[in-house]
């Protein structure tokens, strides 16, 4: 069975549950041309799953930077792709926004309201993530966190009123099947398809995203 939620076309990315970490690192790289870079990952700790930073607080215990120089450690490179998941089999996928995307991040209510609306305009969508904490990431064009606020503003909106938000350089989403501590993994939404590899500009989603938060407030 596959690792998604909906779709209407087969995924190119992942393909299985089975398929590995590393397997599905290397294709993020190789067909879809994103950076990624290893982040933390879960361990046993008497019983309990614990993140390997070793925090027991931590608030996203396997999925985030392992390292302070991940900017710089991300790579589209195939081959040092699969060499850092071979050093660390079970580290999470991380992968870079500001480089060939950003991501609108909001709440999975407003999300799922947001793509329905999207899905009756015949809206043009990019790559969408539903992570563990209940959030749903819209991958589009690199930029967006710059343009974000001030589309809101012109809608009516001010940008603190809304749990929008807007990853661009500097930030990173965690991609599928990367797994949250004990409350599952990152999933599809919108799958990575051929029809969806040129994604829409940030203007494009901003109106039912900002609407779908404002009623969900």
Not at 12 to 37: C, M, N
Request: net charge negative; aromatic share 8%.
């Amino acid at each position: 069975m596959e690792e998604t939620i909906a779709g209407t076309e087969a995924a190119q990315i992942p393909k299985q549950r089975g398929e590995s970490l590393l397997e599905t690192a290397v294709r993020y790289a190789e067909e879809r041309h994103w950076d990624v870079f290893p982040g933390t990952w879960l361990e046993a700790v008497d019983g309990v799953q614990r993140c390997s930073c070793g925090d027991a607080a931590c608030a996203v215990p396997g999925a985030h930077p392992a390292r302070e120089d991940w900017a710089t450690q991300a790579t589209g490179s195939v081959t040092v792709a699969r060499r850092m998941w071979q050093r660390q089999p079970t580290a999470s996928i991380l992968l870079p926004t500001g480089r060939t995307f950003d991501a609108i991040s909001v709440p999975e209510t407003a999300g799922f309201l947001a793509l329905a609306r999207m899905e009756r305009m015949e809206s043009t969508l990019g790559p969408v993530t539903l992570t563990p904490d209940r959030r749903m990431q819209f991958f589009v064009l690199p930029g967006a966190s710059v343009k974000v606020p001030e589309l809101v503003r012109k809608l009516g909106w001010t940008p603190s009123s809304l749990d929008l938000i807007a990853l661009g350089e500097g930030s990173y989403v965690a991609g599928p099947p990367t797994r949250y501590g004990s409350s599952g993994a990152v999933q599809w939404a919108c799958r990575p398809t051929p029809a969806n590899r040129w994604l829409p500009d940030a203007e494009e989603l901003i109106s039912p995203l900002a609407y779908a938060c404002g009623r969900d407030r």
